[in-house]
C-alpha cells in the first residue's frame, strides 16, 4: 500500500515515519511539505540520516490521488479542512491527525478554533478514530479523524465505567499532564527550553481545543448532556501524557472490582494494559509505544474513583494510533509495525 | 538569637542554613547530625564550602537548652515526638519542619504515621504555623508544627474560598504536583534520575500524609466533616509544588470577583500574590522564594472554580517558612532574611 | 537459536530483552537474577508486563548449559571471571557486557578494577567486540567481551585517524559525557535527581575503568605506546554518550579531506553514520538505537582534529553492540532485530 | 548611585535586577527596552510582580545622561558599540555585558563578529572586567567589558598555571559546557524544549565568538602568540557553565602543589572557591550565585593537568560580575548585593 504524509516537518510526520520504516505492508510513497519543498527528510531530521533520504515536494492534490493509496494529515488546525475534500471526492483513503474533522457539531467547533468548520457534508464523512472503543466503524471508514492525545489518554481511562454506569459523568474533573513535543516543533517563550525545564506551567485552562472533543464523546457514551473539567499542564519532559481522572461512584466498587472490570472491557485490546492494585502507570513506561496503561483507585474514604491513564502524546496519541488505524482498514493485525517495546529508562 | 538545627544533612536543613545566612538577628549555634558527627556541613554540601564550615554534633539536650534560644526540627517522621517534650519541658522553643506535632488527634496521626503518635500533653503545646492563616497563633506559641509543603500550596490556595464560603468544601480535589526534592535526599528507586528524569509518576493516591493535615484544617475552617481527594506526582524538576484545586462554585462568582476577594484577603500578607485574570503562575517563577503564587478560574460552563497555587516546597513549603514563623514569633518584620528574589530562570 | 541472561534486572538487560523481542532468530529461555529470583521480569520493570512475564531464576551453570545456545552477562564487574570459566569449558558462547574479559594483560586488570583478574588462560580465549572494528575475530569467536559505552564511542570515533596515521596518537584527549543511566540501576547519592537534575558533574577523573580499555585499543591499533587523557563527566539526561576527541593533526586534511577517510572507512557499517561538513551529531540522534554518528572538525587556525561522537549507551555502547555481535557470530545480517530508528525527539 | 539597564527584556537585565534589589547603594532609575516600551517588567516577567512593577522605556541618551550614575549595557551584539560612545563623552560610566569593547583589535571582532567593530578610539577606553584579575585597573575604569560566560570559566581557570608558567599555554584545550539559558531569551529550533531535553548538542564548533576573548588574555599573560582549541557544548540544564580545561604541565607538579598556588592566587578573591584534592564541583554548587568553583587534577600518567572550573552562566558569567565590577568601581566591598547562597539542590 502506498502511502503519503501531508504536513511532513512535524513530530506526527516524523513519528509516521518511524513505524512505516517497520511497516511490511505499507510504503512511503510522498511527503508533502510546503515550507520545505526540494529538502530531504534527513536535512530537516538529521536523525534519519540514510533512513529517509525521500524529498518534500509541494501539495499536488492530482498527483496525491494518482500515486498513492492513503494519505495521513499531519498538518495544523485548518490545512486539511481545505484540502480533504477534493481527496474525497476522488476517493483517496485519508487519516487525519489533525482536528479539523474530529467535532461533528460545525458550531462547536467554530467555537472553540475560533475558525470557519469544514463543510458539514464532507464532516459527516469522517469517523472519529479511537481504534479500542470504535473499532469496527474504523474498520468501515473513508476518512478518520484521528483522536487528540488528550481525549485518547482521557476516554480511554474513563469510558469503561461510564458504559458501566459506575460513575456519574457529570462530576468528571480530568486534570491532564502533557510533555512539551505536545505543544508541536513551532518554537515559543512557553516551550523555550531554559523557561520550561525545571518549570511546570498550567496552560489555556477552560480554553482547550480538546475540551469539545472529550465532551462529545462523553456525551455519546453516557447519554447525557454535560460539561467536562478538563485543565492541561506543561510538564518539564520530552514524550508523555498522564490524565488523572476523578469521577463520584454511583455504585460500591473496589479497586479490585473496576480492575477486574476494566480488563474484561479491553480484553481484546493488545496496546491497553491494566495495572494490578496498588500499581499505577508512569509515562516513561509507554515512552516510544503505543501502549496506554491505566492504574485504578476506588477511594472508600471520598466514594471517588482516581484513574491514572498514560500515553505516549506522539504514539498512542497521534502517529501510532493512525497506524492503527490504518491496520484496522486494512484488516491486518492490530499490531502491525507497531511492536515496538516502551523504550525504558 | 541563638539558634541549632537538628537533622542537618536533609534539604530543609540545608535550606534553613541559606536564609540564617543571610539574617540580621539569628546565629547559627549548634547543628546536630546523628550520622554526620563531626564532619562539616561543607563536607556534606560542597556548595557550603567558605560559608558553612560549622562542624556537626551529636544530639545533647542539656547543651541544646543550655546553648540556643530556638530549635528547628529538620528531622524525618518519629524523631522531634520523642525528643521536643523535653525541651518543652525546659522552655526552648521550637519550630519543627517534621509532621509529628501537626496532627491534632493522636489516632489522626496514628492511623496515617503507622507509629505511635507524640504525648497528647505535648501534642497540644503546639501551634499549626501557617503564617498567614494563623499570624497570632504563631506570634504566641511556643512550639511551631511547621506545615506540610502540600498542605502549605493547598490551604493558602483554597482557604479563601472556604471561609467566604463561595465553594463547597465536600466537592474539593486537590491535585498535587511535586519536584523531587520534596522526597529528601535518601536515595530510592523511586528518585533515580534515570528512572525520574522525563518520567511523570503518580504516587502514594489516597494513602498519603499530607491528606490528614490539610483535611484538619479544612473542617476547622469550614466548620464541617469532610474528606478530601487529595493525588500526588512527582515531576521531573528538582522544587516546585502546584496544586490545582477544584471546587463547586456554590455562588455565582466571575473569575474577577474571586480575584478582588484573594487580593482583599491576603492584602496584608507579602509572600502571597495573585495573578491577574489569564494569568497562572508557573513553579519557577517561585524558585529559590519564600512567594505563594496563586491564579484563578471560575469556569461558566462547569460553576467550578479551578485554583493554581504553587510554592518552592523547600521555602514556603519548608525552611522558608519556619524563618517566617521564627520572625513572627520575635515580632520581627516577617520578610526578615527572606527577601530573595525567585531565580528566574 | 535459545539464549539467556545473566544479570536480569540492570538496564544492559532490559535493553537486551527490547531487542530480542523483535529479533527473528533468537528466543529467551532464561533470565537469571539473583536478587530478584522468582520474580517475573515485569515485576521489576512494570514496561514489559504482557511482553516478558518470564520468571527469573537462580544461576545454575548445567542448566544453563544444558538449555541454552548463548549466555549474555549484563553483570556488575568481577561476575563473569568467576561464572565463565565453566561455561567456557562446556562449550558454550558468551558475549559479555561486563568488563571482566576485556582487558589481555591480568595486571592492568587488577591495577584499575582493584580486585583478581580473570584466569589468563581463559581470558585469552575472549575476543574484543568492538563489531566495525573486528568483525573477523568476531565471526570466528567464542566469548566476546563486548566493549564499554565510552570506549565504543571514543574508538569509533578516532579509530580511522589512527589508522590512516593522520593524526600523533600520543595527543588524544578525550572528553567524555553522559547520560545517567551509564551508572545502573543501583542507587546513589550522585545519581539521586534532586542532585542530578539541572547539574553537570565530572567525576572518576583520570581513574576511569575504561582508560585501560582505550588505551589498549589505540596502543594496539597504532602501534605505540601511549597513555590517553579522558574524563568523564555525568549529563542530566537519561541516555547517551558525546565523545568531544581532540588530536593534533600530523598532515594538512580540510575537513572535507577527512570526511570522505571517514566515509571510505565505514562504507559496510551500516550503523556507523558520518555527518555532513559543519554538522555535527547530537546524542538524542542516535536514542533507542544502535547508530554511531560522527561529526568532524579540522581547524586550521590550531592544526588539530575535533571528532564528535555519539552512541546511546545502552544500545551501541551495550546491548545493542551485544546484539549486533550475536548476529555476526552467526552469519546472521548484522541488522537484524537491531532495524528501529532513534526515536526522536 | 542611580543606574540604568539597557536591553531589559533578557537573561542579563533580569538578573541585574534581582542583585540590585538586593543592593543597599544603587537604585535602579530606569529600565530601557526597545521592544517592550509601556509595559512593566513583572509584564515580561511574572516572578517579579510586587517587586519591579518599574515601566520600561525607549532610549533616550540625554534623559540617560540626565538621571542616572552608571549604565548597564545587556544588549546582544552591536547594539552598545553605537549607543555607548555618546555617553562616554557625556562621562557615564558604562558595564557592558555585551562583547561590543571586549576585543582590542577591531580586526578581529570583524573577523568573529561578522560586523563593523566599535570605534578604536572608544575601544581604547574600555577595560576588560575580569573581576579577580583586573581588579586595579577596574577600579580606575570608566568602562567596563564585563567578560563573556565561557572567558570567565575558563581564564579564572586556567590563569594561575599561566602566571605560573607551569603549563605550556601552546597545548591548552578548552572543553566548554553550557546550561541553555546562554543562548539567551530568543527562541530558536536549537533551544526549543523538546530537541533540547535529554539531548547533548556540540554547537558552533571553531566559530565561537568567545574565542578571540579568550585568546586576547592568554596571549595578553602568557607573552605568547597562540591559538587556543576551544568547543562549546549545549547541556540540558538551565544555567550553569563548566569548562574543562587541558594542558600539558611544563613542571613536575601534584595536585597538591597546584592546588596550594591556587589558594594562594585567590587568597583575596572571595567568589573563587578551590576545591580539595579528588573533589570536583558540579554546576549546581554554584547556582543563582557568583562563586567560580574549581578542582584541579595533575595527572602522573600522563604529565597533563586537568582543570574544571563552573560559574553561573548568568551570574558571574554576567550580571554577578557587573555588581562585583560596579562595586570595585566605587569601592565598596566588592560582596555588596552579592552575598547570596548558592540555591541547592
Redesign the interface.
Known amino acids: 500500500m502506498k502511502v503519503a504524509i501531508v504536513g511532513g516537518t512535524g513530530?506526527g510526520a516524523?513519528e509516521l515515519?518511524?513505524f512505516i520504516?517497520?511497516h511490511p505492508y505499507a510504503t512511503l510513497e510522498l511527503v508533502i511539505a510546503h515550507s520545505q519543498t526540494g529538502k530531504k527528510v534527513s536535512d530537516v531530521?538529521?536523525?534519519?540520516?540514510?533512513?529517509w533520504e525521500i524529498q518534500m515536494d509541494e501539495l499536488n492534490v492530482g498527483e496525491l490521488q494518482k500515486n498513492v493509496d492513503l494519505v495521513f494529515f499531519a498538518t495544523p488546525p485548518g490545512v486539511s479542512k481545505e484540502i480533504a475534500p477534493s481527496l474525497m471526492d476522488q476517493g483517496v483513503t485519508c487519516i487525519d491527525l489533525s482536528g479539523d474533522f474530529r467535532l461533528e457539531r460545525p458550531d462547536v467547533y467554530e467555537t472553540w478554533y475560533e475558525t470557519t468548520a469544514a463543510d458539514p457534508s464532507y464532516l459527516r464523512k469522517a469517523t472519529y478514530g479511537l481504534s479500542e472503543i470504535y473499532k469496527e466503524e474504523i474498520q468501515n471508514a473513508s476518512y478518520i479523524a484521528n483522536p487528540g492525545c488528550y481525549p485518547t489518554a482521557s476516554l480511554l481511562g474513563i469510558l469503561p465505567l461510564i458504559q458501566q454506569k459506575w460513575v456519574d459523568p457529570a462530576t468528571i474533573?480530568i486534570?491532564a499532564?502533557s510533555?512539551?513535543?505536545g505543544?508541536g516543533?513551532s518554537?515559543?517563550?512557553m516551550?523555550?527550553?531554559?523557561?520550561?525545564?525545571?518549570?511546570?506551567?498550567?496552560?489555556k485552562?477552560?480554553k482547550h481545543k480538546h475540551i469539545p472533543e472529550i465532551e462529545q464523546i462523553l456525551q455519546k457514551e453516557s447519554g447525557q448532556l454535560l460539561?467536562?473539567?478538563f485543565?492541561t499542564?506543561l510538564?518539564?519532559?520530552?514524550?508523555?501524557i498522564?490524565a488523572?481522572i476523578?469521577s463520584d461512584l454511583t455504585v460500591q466498587k473496589s479497586t479490585e472490582d473496576i480492575i477486574n472490570m476494566y480488563e474484561a472491557f479491553y480484553e481484546h485490546a493488545p496496546f491497553v494494559?491494566i495495572?494490578a492494585n496498588g500499581?499505577?502507570?508512569?509515562?516513561?513506561?509507554?515512552?516510544?509505544s503505543n501502549y496506554c496503561?491505566i492504574?485504578i483507585?476506588s477511594?472508600e474514604?471520598?466514594r471517588?474513583v482516581?484513574v491514572?491513564s498514560?500515553i505516549d502524546n506522539l504514539v498512542k496519541g497521534a502517529a501510532g494510533q493512525a497506524i492503527q488505524n490504518m491496520n484496522l482498514l486494512n484488516n491486518w493485525d492490530e499490531k502491525t509495525g507497531l511492536?515496538?517495546?516502551?523504550?525504558?529508562?
Open positions: 513530530y516524523v515515519m518511524r520504516n517497520n531530521y538529521p536523525h534519519m540520516q540514510d533512513v474533573i486534570d499532564k510533555g512539551v513535543s505543544a516543533r518554537t515559543s517563550l516551550t523555550h527550553f531554559a523557561e520550561m525545564n525545571d518549570n511546570l506551567k498550567a496552560y485552562l477552560g460539561n467536562v473539567t485543565s499542564h510538564i518539564p519532559m520530552t514524550r508523555g498522564m488523572t476523578y494494559r495495572r500499581n499505577y502507570p508512569a509515562t516513561k513506561e509507554v515512552y516510544g496503561d492504574g483507585l477511594d474514604r471520598t471517588k482516581t491514572i498514560v511492536d515496538v517495546l516502551p523504550v525504558y529508562p
